[in-house]
């Protein structure tokens, strides 16, 4: 896994995903994030590429509603344009997708082995800004 830190942007499918998101006009990159996670069929493990654009897309959501996280640069810019397209509906896919790769996820799985729970406190974190 290309990770440098448990954060959500600290990874190399998050960095890259974020440059997708730059270019987005009408929440599909984000939507499309979060319904990766949430379509994996049950019984499957959510792909770890997935899941980190899926906790990305979904930090995207949070701090769209409460600026409580420093963001990159690309993202910031995107929420200042689009906030409006974070939804009810897209925040409950956010909320959906987290708690998937939180519970159900290669991603989950690589953190647990290298034996750092710091990423599932920022899981965790992230899953309870979106519950508000």
Request: aromatic share 6%; net charge negative; proline share 3%.
């Amino acid at each position: 896994m290309g990770a440098w830190g448990p954060g959500v942007f600290e990874n190399d499918d998050a960095a890259d995903w974020v440059w997708e998101l730059e270019d987005d006009e009408d929440g599909s990159v984000l939507e499309a994030a979060l319904s990766a996670v949430v379509d994996t069929p049950r019984g499957e493990l959510v792909e770890a590429g997935d899941a980190s654009n899926a906790i990305a897309a979904a930090e995207i959501v949070a701090t769209a509603s409460d600026q409580a996280t420093t963001l990159p640069t690309e993202a910031t810019e995107w929420i200042k344009r689009n906030a409006h397209l974070v939804t009810t509906e897209v925040r409950d896919l956010a909320r959906r997708a987290v708690t998937r790769v939180g519970t159900a996820s290669e991603l989950k799985e690589l953190w647990e082995d290298a034996g750092d729970p710091a990423w599932a406190e920022t899981v965790s974190a992230l899953r309870a800004r979106l519950q508000r």
